[in-house]
């Protein structure tokens, strides 16, 4: 069966994007088993070809109803799929999806019938206030990163901007590069409606959350861009923990040197 990639290289190239973030996921050990998800809004990319395909799977309900995303159109990481594997062959381990004109339910239209991500009301809860407040976000992760998911044990770490202002504090990049900082969600059930609307709250304020005991949610201009600012968030993370593991407690920027990159790069924070 031709698949839908073929003779639209836009969406090629986004999918190919989707399969390198994949395997790096899994090279960094944040995608253990079939841990993490990925879901990137297409509808940009779909041409009449693709509004003209017929579904391969029966009608999905999603169990919201997602006003804003009436017509629009998914890759989705399938569920009980790995990502070293989606990194080789995306089209056989996530699938496309058509949002219907209900808002409250899906098809898939290619390449083959593999079902979505179990946390998929979550992103598109997520995708549905994007698309409602116009922002030019295509693309959430949620993955497993080690050194974040260990400061979540730590409870200090958890109450408001404190591991946005250490993590900040550890290299001039992190500050740069994810300027509105590490939100923080309290554990909730993965899954469950708590976790995607508490997530939804934080994700208002910043662009990463943390969830406790658990991995960071993130969402960006594509899923190149999300997982960057994961990875300079992480990358902090490292260097704080070397260096307690070295027997001493990092000292980081002081505010005034922070002050000075808001300042100088023109930061939002």
Request: proline share 5%; with cysteine.
């Amino acid at each position: 069966m031709k698949s839908i990639l073929e003779g639209r290289p836009a969406l090629k190239k986004e999918v190919d994007k989707i399969a390198e973030v994949a395997g790096y996921l899994w090279q960094n050990g944040w995608a253990e088993r079939n841990g993490g998800n990925i879901t990137v809004n297409i509808t940009d990319l779909v041409d009449d070809g693709i509004r003209a395909m017929k579904p391969i799977s029966d009608v999905i309900k999603i169990g919201e109803t997602l006003p804003h995303l009436k017509g629009c159109y998914f890759f989705c990481k399938g569920t009980q799929k790995r990502m070293r594997d989606l990194a080789r062959w995306p089209m056989d381990n996530g699938s496309v999806i058509r949002i219907l004109d209900d808002c409250a339910s899906y098809v898939i239209i290619a390449d083959n019938c593999v079902m979505p991500t179990s946390e998929l009301p979550s992103h598109l809860l997520v995708h549905d206030s994007l698309v409602a407040s116009g922002s030019p976000y295509r693309a959430t992760l949620h993955t497993h990163p080690i050194e974040l998911v260990a400061m979540s044990h730590n409870r200090a770490f958890l109450k408001k901007d404190v591991l946005t202002k250490l993590l900040w504090s550890m290299i001039p990049e992190t500050k740069a590069f994810c300027p509105l900082g590490l939100g923080v969600v309290p554990y909730e059930v993965p899954g469950s409606n708590q976790l995607a609307q508490s997530t939804l709250n934080e994700l208002s304020d910043y662009d990463v959350v943390l969830w406790e005991k658990h991995g960071v949610f993130a969402k960006g201009l594509d899923i190149m861009d999300a997982f960057d600012q994961v990875d300079v968030l992480s990358k902090s993370a490292k260097i704080y923990i070397d260096s307690k593991a070295m027997g001493f407690e990092p000292e980081g920027m002081s505010d005034q040197q922070m002050a000075d990159l808001t300042r100088i790069f023109k930061l939002p924070k």
